[in-house]
C-alpha cells in the first residue's frame, strides 16, 4: 500500500469516528441529542396550539385566568430556552447544540471528502463499474427481471450529482479528494445565527431567562424593545427543523417527521373540565395552605439566620400543612 492509499485510509477512519460521534449529538437515542430536543420542542408547540385554540372556543368568562397565565409563562420560557439550547456556542464543548454540530463539521470539513462520502458509508464509488455489472447482468437475463440493489448504479450517480453540489464543484472532474465546500457550514450557521427571528429568540432568552440582566446592560442591546410573537416562533421553528433535515439528508440518517404520531387518543378527556364545583375548596386548601407556609419565610431576623447556618440538618423546615392539604 502506497503513502496516499495508507494516508486515504487513515482519513476515512477518522472520519468513521467523528460521524460516529456526530451522528450521537444529531439523532442518538439521549434525550439531549438534537433531534430529540427538536421533536420535543414541536410537540409541546403542537399542545400549546391546541390549548390557545381551545381558549379562544370557550366563551368569555368561562376560562380560569390564572390557569392560562401560568400554560402563556411556561410556554414561552420554554420555547425561548430550548432554541436558545439548539442556538448554543458552548466554547467549552460540553453541551451539545445543532450551532456546534455544524461548527464541528465546520471545522472537520477536511474529512468530508468525496471518497469518504461513499466509503465512509459503506457505499459503491465506481459508478463506470456497477453499470458495466449490470449491464452485464441485464444482458443475461430473459423476460422481465429485478435488479440486484448493488447494481442500481443511477443510486451512485445520483450521490455523486449529490456531492458535486455540496463541495461546489459541478461540471468539474470528480476526484477522491474533493471536499465539502467549507462555506457551506458557515452559511448555515449564519442563518441561525443571524435570521432575525433566531436572534432576537437567543437574546431575549439570554437576557431575561437564563440570566436576569439589569436595566443598565439591557439598555446597551436594546433588548426591552424586541417584541416577540407565536408567527415569530413558527417561523424560528421552520429553520431550525428545515438545517435539521438538510443535515439529515445529506450526512445521516434522515431527521424528519418532526410532529411524533401519538399511539393514543391525545384529545382524551380534553372536554372534561378540571375538577368538580364542589372540589374547588380542596384547591383553595392547597393554596391558603402554601400562602400561610410562605408567608413564615418573611420573618427571618439575625437570629433566624444564625440558627440556619448552625443547625445540622437544614431540611427540618415542614411543609406538612400543605401536604396535609393536598391529600384531603
Known sequence: MCCNDK????????????HKKWSEWFSGKDRNSICQQIYDLIWYTAVYRIVYKSG?????????GMINDFID??????QLISIRRLLDEDKTQRTISLYRLLDSMESNYQLLTRYNYFYGYDKEY???????????YAAKQKGPYQVPPRLVWEEIERRHSEFDKLSNKKNMPRKENNCVNISLFGDLKK?????????????IAHKFIAH??????????????????????YKAH????????????????????????????????????????????????IWNAYWKETESWSYFDINECDKLLKSENNNEFSTDEISAAENQ
Open 238 to 285: 421552520e429553520i431550525v427543523c428545515k438545517i435539521a433535515t438538510f443535515l439529515g439528508k445529506y450526512f445521516f440518517d434522515g431527521c424528519g417527521g418532526f410532529l411524533g404520531v401519538p399511539q393514543f387518543d391525545q384529545f382524551e378527556n380534553i372536554e372534561k373540565p378540571m375538577v368538580k364545583p364542589e372540589e374547588v375548596s380542596q384547591l383553595r386548601g
Open 7 to 18: 494516508k486515504r485510509e487513515r482519513t476515512l477512519m477518522q472520519f468513521k469516528d467523528m
Open 56 to 64: 379562544q372556543i370557550a366563551s368569555k368568562g368561562e376560562q380560569c
Open 212 to 233: 436576569a440582566e439589569s436595566p443598565e446592560d439591557r439598555r446597551k442591546s436594546n433588548v426591552d424593545q424586541i417584541k416577540l410573537s407565536l408567527e415569530d416562533l
Open 126 to 136: 465506481d459508478v463506470d463499474k456497477i453499470k458495466g455489472e449490470y449491464e452485464e
Open 191 to 203: 442563518v441561525l445565527k443571524e435570521k432575525v427571528e433566531l436572534k432576537n429568540i437567543e437574546t
Open 73 to 78: 409563562k411556561c410556554f414561552w420560557e420554554y
